[in-house]
């Protein structure tokens, strides 16, 4: 190799994993106009909370409880205060 790779990139900061912290550093890289690099060795984005994690299991209870209660309030139904 010589040195001149033509498709060499640059960034000015490289975040390793998709994952919440990986996306806060990214966005907060951006905001100061950063170019930013993300490197995920999954094919989805996001990390494990995500995709197999918190969000899938609170998404899942969320609806069972909704369908479990669902004759009696509506999804999206409001509650008078």
């Known amino acids: 190799m010589n ?5 060499a990139k640059h960034y000015d900061m490289v975040v390793i994993g998709s994952g919440a912290a990986g996306h806060h550093g990214a ?12 490197v995920e060795r999954s094919i989805a984005l996001g990390g494990a909370s995500i ?10 209870r969320e609806a069972v409880m909704r369908s479990t209660r ?9 509650t008078p205060s």
């Open 51 to 60: 995709n197999t994690g918190t969000f899938p299991s609170k998404t899942l």
């Open 3 to 7: 040195g001149t790779n033509s498709s």
């Open 27 to 38: 966005v907060q890289g951006a905001k100061f106009g950063k170019k930013i690099a993300v």
């Open 70 to 78: 669902s004759v009696r309030e509506p999804v999206g139904s409001l």
